[in-house]
């Protein structure tokens, strides 16, 4: 399964770590050199939540971001995970008593 976030789409992104050698001229060093460059990944910081939709009476199991759960706890589950297109809207039920 790919490590991706289901509500915010976040993915693994590729990007560079710089090594560096010597004193800050600021610090009275002659400068700081680049001694090399290599590739790298940052990954999302993914978890798998159940997370209780009280709309629908029912859990939703979901793979998110950290950032996503920040998200859903300000938003509410409900709108978050109908936005994301993981859940739908119940259908309306009318019983005449």
Same mark, same amino acid.
């Given at each position: 399964?790919?490590? *991706?976030?289901?509500? =915010?789409?976040?993915? !693994?992104? =590729?990007? /560079?770590?710089? !090594? ?14 680049? =001694?090399?460059?290599?590739?790298? #990944?940052? #990954?999302? /910081? %993914?978890? &798998?939540?159940?997370? &209780?939709?009280?709309? %629908? ?11 996503? %759960? #920040? !998200?859903?706890?300000? /938003?509410?589950?409900?709108? *978050?995970? %109908? @936005? ?12 005449? @008593?």
């Amino acid at each position: 399964m790919p490590r *991706v976030c289901q509500v =915010t789409g976040r993915k !693994t992104r =590729t990007g /560079n770590k710089v !090594t560096r050698r010597g004193l800050a001229k600021a610090k009275g060093g002659v400068g700081v050199k680049t =001694t090399g460059i290599s590739r790298r #990944k940052f #990954k999302v /910081n %993914l978890q &798998w939540k159940r997370i &209780w939709v009280p709309e %629908l009476q029912r859990y939703v199991r979901v793979r998110l971001s950290t950032r996503a %759960l #920040k !998200t859903i706890g300000k /938003n509410g589950p409900f709108r *978050v995970l %109908l @936005d994301a297109g993981l859940i739908k809207k119940p259908k309306r039920t009318h019983h005449l @008593d």
